[in-house]
């Protein structure tokens, strides 16, 4: 138990302490947005990794929330701090809205309805311009606010300490999942849905939670970028996003704890070395995702095991040398 | 009276607006439906490789000066050559894989990255219009429509006749045909199926770069044109059954009409919504199209 902590422990206490290495506001930003990416590729994991199901809204959920909380916040004066609430709210319903068609479909069905319902926000996002700012975004959305402290003040600090708390919290809240008898059922139903609906493992109701699960991360993640950058734009429904939070996914690995987010934090920051290469590094982007499809399914997270199949063979390898 | 020349000419334009759009469709969607029977993969770079046909026509037809035909070739022979790459890529490699849907739909989709930002780099975010085949105008049912568009119109359903008789017909089609049917068998009776399967992306290629030279007249050209027509066509798939050429013929014209129509009384924008809507409720009530069989 103790030894399973550390890597967590020096993981957090190392990002807890970056502000006091460095001010600098690009590095904050940049360091922000890394975050934020973490929670959502997170929380994408758990359908896509842990449930396996094709879900391709995933990134929708995160624009709904978004613009839930920019809409409430601003349009209806709602007070900030109910943004958090509001995106987790809007992300878990639109989650359930697309779960009941995922329910009658299996394969590439999935995808196509997943992907469909992202674009029927995004029609419905560009149609109603008076509501949401149509094609030009939804702007000038207030910032997070308590007790008269605004969260812009202090260079963004507020802002990072806020996400690395939601990523503290998506930690540990998918750490509990991968080892409750909920999680146990989600990755029966990806591992041998048959069998395990066979075992009594109700199909819908799983499947139903797992969606809402899911969505929280995004949720949170949504309002709060809303309440960064404060805008929240039609493009977030698009290709490239999905494209990218994809990369951070399989870079890192599907299906553990730690690849996304090991994944979106690695991806963020070659992504800001790359920026001098232009358009030049979405290439790369791409390559870099085929290539990890094709020669290392597994991501980073499957480098230790790697690791260790190669030491276990160089070490086979000494003691069968010296035999004639 | 007056209500009923209204009315006329109200269906007088929305039949020649969903006849170019339906048009269209076929062209995009057949090598969508092609892709998909052949090798039960769904190709994400589909739009993509129609938006790198309509570039390579206007490099070669409108920046040399080579002339339409000219670009028109060179279109449709990278289009195709960008098919077969797409193929021992971004597919071939992953074939033996148990979720080869799921793969394919990441590849494809980081292939459809690729082209779009290599467009980008190459051609320049600034945009594009290549000139229309023919010049003047065309009556149609009482509407005037450009004489490029009723090229369109009459080209499609040829050009739709043409690929159905090459599958119906031709060794290479039945080939093609055996293979998606059942890989093993067409293996043993001397069938390559990599061939095949090259063939097949290639023709689908070209037909996304002829769509592309196109709709390069009627639209602007940007990185991103494709996009939307590559919905459009994964909606008409989806309508048509998937994978079945004269399905998606139906698809085709039932999503160009049924868009005109909704475009004259509803406008443009919430016909999109609409479009989306629609494309939901027929994946959950029949899932394998309106001509599909379980």
């Excluded at chain 1, 066979?198 to 309440?227: H, K």
């Excluded at chain 1, 995702?289 to 086979?316: D, M, N, Y």
Aim: overall charge positive; hydrophobic content about 55%.
């Amino acid at each position: 138990m103790t030894r399973t902590l550390v890597f967590p422990a020096l993981f957090f206490g190392a990002l807890a302490l970056l502000p006091l290495m460095t001010d600098d506001s690009y590095v904050r930003h940049i360091a922000i947005i890394a975050l934020l990416y973490a929670v959502v590729v997170s929380g994408w994991n758990i359908t896509l990794g842990f449930g396996g199901v094709f879900n391709f809204a995933h990134l929708a959920l995160f624009a709904i929330a978004a613009y839930a909380t920019g809409i409430l916040t601003k349009t209806y004066d709602w007070p900030s701090w109910t943004g958090i609430p509001v995106g987790i709210g809007a992300s878990v319903i639109a989650a359930l809205v697309v779960c009941l068609p995922v329910l009658r479909l299996r394969g590439i069905y999935v995808i196509l309805v997943t992907f469909g319902f992202g674009q029927l926000c995004f029609q419905f996002v560009l149609n109603q311009r008076e509501l949401t700012g149509g094609n030009f975004g939804f702007v000038r959305i207030p910032p997070l606010k308590l007790f008269d402290y605004s969260f812009r003040s202090d260079g963004g600090i507020g802002y990072y300490y806020v996400a690395l708390l939601l990523l503290l919290i998506t930690v540990v809240l998918i750490h509990r999942f991968v080892h409750s008898p909920f999680g146990w059922r989600v990755m029966a139903l990806r591992e041998n849905e048959p069998y395990a609906v066979a075992r009594g493992i109700a199909l819908a109701r799983v499947r139903l939670s797992t969606f809402a699960f899911s969505a929280i991360f995004p949720g949170a993640a949504g309002a709060v970028y809303a309440q960064y950058v404060r805008s929240a734009s039609p493009d977030m429904f698009g290709f490239s996003f999905l494209t990218i939070a994809l990369s951070m996914l399989l870079l890192g690995g599907v299906g553990t704890i730690w690849g996304p987010i090991v994944g979106a934090l690695v991806f963020s920051v070659f992504s800001e070395l790359m920026t001098p290469l232009g358009p030049g590094r979405y290439l790369v982007t791409a390559v870099v995702i085929v290539a990890i499809l094709r020669f290392f399914p597994k991501g980073l997270s499957g480098i230790p095991e790697a690791w260790q199949t190669w030491r276990k063979r160089a070490h086979a390898g000494r003691d069968v040398a010296p035999q004639p | 009276m007056d209500f009923a020349d209204g009315a006329l000419s109200a269906f007088r334009a929305v039949f020649a607006s969903g006849l170019v759009l339906s048009s269209l469709y076929v062209m995009i969607a057949a090598g969508l439906a092609l892709v998909w029977s052949t090798l039960g993969i769904f190709n994400f770079a589909h739009g993509a490789i129609m938006v790198i046909g309509a570039y390579v026509a206007w490099t070669v037809s409108i920046d040399l000066g080579l002339g339409q035909v000219a670009g028109l070739v060179a279109a449709l022979a990278a289009s195709a050559l960008i098919g077969v790459a797409v193929n021992r890529l971004l597919v071939q490699p992953f074939l033996a894989q148990p979720n080869i849907i799921l793969i394919t739909v990441m590849t494809t989709l980081s292939g459809a990255f690729f082209l779009e930002n290599s467009a980008l780099l190459i051609w320049g975010p600034r945009i594009k219009q290549l000139e229309k085949i023919v010049d003047g105008n065309v009556f149609l049912a009482g509407t005037a429509i450009s004489g490029h568009e009723a090229v369109i119109i009459v080209v499609a359903p040829l050009m739709m006749l043409a690929l159905w008789a090459f599958l119906r017909f031709s060794w290479t089609g039945k080939a093609i045909r055996a293979v998606a049917q059942n890989r093993e068998f067409a293996e043993l009776s001397g069938i390559r199926p990599e061939r095949m399967y090259a063939i097949a992306f290639a023709i689908s290629a070209a037909l996304a770069g002829f769509a592309g030279v196109m709709l390069g007249a009627i639209r602007f050209i940007t990185p991103t044109l494709g996009a939307d027509p590559l919905i459009k066509a994964m909606i008409v798939v989806i309508l048509g059954g998937l994978g079945s050429i004269p399905g998606t013929i139906l698809g085709a014209y039932l999503v160009g009409f049924g868009e005109a129509v909704s475009t004259y009384f509803l406008g443009a924008y919430w016909t999109q919504a609409m479009m989306f809507f629609v494309f939901i409720l027929i994946l959950v009530i029949r899932p394998n199209g309106l001509m599909g069989r379980e």
